[in-house]
Nanobody, 120 residues
Framework: QVQLVESGGGLVQSGGRLRLSCAAS????????MGWYRQAPGKERELVAT?????????ADSFLDRFTISRNNAKNKNTVYLAIEYLQPDDTAVYYC????????????WGQGTQVTVSS
């Protein structure tokens, strides 16, 4: 089993920046891809970006600007980050960390989510 714990959310003014963190624990050797999703009020959860264990990032089309995913694969650590610049009110959402097992196309583990609220 893998546990994912997000941090770094909060209330930010429009135009500001945040860096979200997600620390994985447990059987982290089983993880390949990690990523971030978000769910805005009244909307479905959507993919923001993923990053492989070889540190190859991939972004959903709507998140090619202002969003940067990165990952720390140091020994016994597996942390993924999401930096967001020039935050806008439309970025208000719960941001979820996700992880895929090796060989799995789908998400196997979810974090509890961290709230990001952008004030205008």
């Amino acid at each position: 089993q893998v546990q994912l714990v997000e941090s770094g959310g909060g209330l930010v003014q429009s135009g500001g920046r945040l860096r979200l963190s997600c620390a994985a624990s447990g059987n982290i050797d089983s993880i390949n891809v990690m990523g971030w999703y978000r769910q805005a009020p009244g909307k479905e959860r959507e993919l923001v970006a993923t990053i492989t264990s070889h540190l190859t990032p991939r972004y959903a089309d709507s998140f090619l600007d202002r969003f940067t995913i990165s990952r720390n694969n140091a020994k016994n650590k597996n942390t993924v980050y999401l930096a967001i610049e020039y935050l806008q009110p439309d970025d208000t959402a719960v941001y979820y960390c996700a992880a895929h097992n090796v060989g799995s196309a789908g998400v196997n583990y979810w974090g509890q989510g961290t709230q990001v609220t952008v004030s205008s």
